[in-house]
């Protein structure tokens, strides 16, 4: 079944937004949006949020049928330009040839199959290949369901600009076709062949110089590929999480206080879980899954600095903080800032001029400057 992309059932989605903003404004100040966040919403709710609308309702049975369909309509979403323009604010100029090139690679999976694992890296279009740069390991968000390296590709742009570094994002496997650790195993697997390159798109690669980074399901999965680096006895320098499902399930407080707004509601969020873990309600307590299950104790010394934004309005606000604090009984924090705007609320296009303004140059600031060691 294709979701309707009309007018009005636009119209009606954004008056469901509205009205979902107006009852949680206590919680949700209508201030705390800028206008780039509400026209954003706007142009959203038909190629973005409808369909997800309707994944997240479906009964786990009717996913992957639903899940193609709706994919290509995310992605169409996020290949408009007006949308990225709204999302990602100026790190949408950083595309363009004479600031980053893009490069796709194919990297091997190590499970034995010929399955390779789609790769897009963004270089700085002026590096010189006779000064190696870092290498930053970029994970997309999507609640490990949806979303892909290319929808995010001006934020992977703005890390190589402001960074001067490589900036590489696995498609990694996603649920409910490919359940957990399929994604974890990708993680791995691609983190471990681009940290064995020694050049990308004609720049020389650092490899003493590297790190990770992602938002929301890509802050979960950029710390996870750094456990299981740490795993195998492969250490970051850093490991940036903004907004990371940390916990399977949630079960939080802030995820019961903020279960019904608009920006990462409780329902997408045990969505996003069930079809992740599905069939393995166990996984739920591994390191593997869980950002708040510590790791084993031989990986402890080789797991990076990090650096973890939570967001004051958000679903995860509790469990983001958890794993800081985590982070922070293990030695292994660099510091922590929490943002009062809402999920997501800090990428650069929707922040504009609102609570979350800088904070995602201000996380690229602490992770460039703990990428070398």
Not at 94 to 120: C, F, N, Q, W
Not at 121 to 146: E, K, N, R, S
Not at 225 to 231: G, K, P, V
Not at 345 to 373: S, T, Y
Request: aromatic share 8%; hydrophobic share 45%.
């Amino acid at each position: 079944g294709k979701v309707g992309m009309g007018w009005l059932g636009r119209i009606a989605a954004v008056g469901a937004v509205l009205a979902a903003m107006k009852a949680g404004q206590n919680y949700y100040p209508l201030e705390t949006f800028s206008l780039n966040s509400f026209i954003f919403i706007s142009w959203l709710t038909g190629p973005i949020a409808l369909p997800w609308a309707k994944l997240s309702h479906a009964a786990l049975e009717e996913q992957i049928s639903l899940m193609a369909d709706v994919r290509i309509q995310t992605d169409q979403g996020f290949e408009a330009p007006m949308m990225r323009k709204w999302l990602f604010g100026n790190t949408h100029e950083m595309t363009e040839p004479s600031v980053t090139r893009a490069v796709k690679l194919d990297l091997p999976a190590r499970d034995g199959s010929k399955r390779t694992i789609p790769t897009l890296c963004t270089v700085p279009a002026d590096c010189d290949p006779a000064q190696p740069i870092p290498l930053v390991l970029y994970f997309h968000g999507g609640g490990m369901v949806l979303g892909s390296a290319s929808s995010e590709h001006p934020m992977q742009a703005s890390v190589a600009s402001a960074a001067s570094a490589a900036v590489c994002a696995p498609d990694y496997r996603m649920a409910p076709e490919d359940v957990f650790p399929a994604a974890v195993d990708d993680a791995l697997d691609s983190s471990l062949a681009l940290l064995a390159l020694d050049s990308v798109g004609g720049c020389s690669i650092d490899r003493a110089a590297r790190g990770s980074i992602g938002v929301s399901a890509g802050g979960y999965m950029a710390a996870i590929a750094a456990r299981e680096l740490a795993n195998v006895g492969v250490q970051l320098n850093v490991s940036v999480s903004i907004c990371p499902m940390a916990k399977p399930f949630g079960g939080t407080a802030s995820e019961a206080e903020f279960a019904s707004l608009v920006a990462w509601p409780r329902i997408a969020n045990q969505f996003a879980w069930a079809a992740y873990l599905r069939g393995q309600p166990e996984a739920a307590e591994s390191w593997r899954a869980n950002l708040l299950v510590d790791p084993p104790a031989k990986s402890l010394d080789n797991l990076p600095p990090s650096y973890v934004v939570t967001l004051l309005f958000d679903t995860l606000r509790d469990e983001g903080r958890a794993y800081a604090e985590r982070l922070k009984a293990l030695g292994k924090l660099i510091a922590t800032k929490e943002y009062p705007t809402v999920h997501v609320g800090v990428l650069p296009g929707l922040a504009a001029g609102g609570a979350g303004d800088g904070a995602w140059d201000a996380a690229v600031k602490v992770l460039a400057q703990h990428l070398r060691p």
